[in-house]
């Protein structure tokens, strides 16, 4: 049984939300460069401010009441494959998933890390210089032109 703290918005069935989600995901996604495994892969859903957005419907109550809340795709990707749905409690909005290649549309897994709000505003002034500054971990992916 999951407790408050993985489980903080008592999500029935929070494996099978991940993979319903994941799937849906997956299927508006494609690879910018698909011989290179490390590339982007960029969502081709809606989009609010640059960002992939999409819905999703839990259910508090084991389907009579449905919820249904908009989020950014990369978060939900990163709270669906680490199966981590406190990050989808508003408490947790402090916790940001940023995208180290600084890709707003980027879905690749290996391209996202969750940080502070703090560590991702460090990541948006490498982007500006081109330049990883270093002072956090993992390092920003910067494309080399």
């Not at 460069?33 to 982007?40: E, H, I, M, V």
Request: include cysteine.
């Amino acid at each position: 049984m999951e407790d408050s703290e993985t489980n903080p918005l008592n999500i029935h069935e929070p494996d099978r939300f991940c993979t319903k989600y994941l799937d849906i995901i997956l299927k508006k996604c494609e690879p910018c460069s698909p011989q290179d495994a490390s590339s982007c892969i960029l969502w081709t859903g809606s989009r609010s401010r640059g960002y992939g957005r999409m819905s999703y419907t839990f259910s508090l109550d084991g389907g009579i009441t449905n919820i249904k809340r908009y989020i950014n795709t990369h978060r939900l990707l990163f709270v669906c494959i680490y199966k981590c749905v406190c990050l989808l409690h508003p408490s947790f909005a402090h916790i940001h998933v940023s995208h180290l290649c600084h890709n707003k549309l980027c879905c690749n897994i290996h391209h996202l890390t969750s940080e502070t709000r703090e560590v991702n505003n460090e990541r948006s002034e490498c982007a500006k210089r081109g330049l990883c500054q270093g002072r956090h971990s993992p390092q920003c992916i910067l494309k080399k032109d």
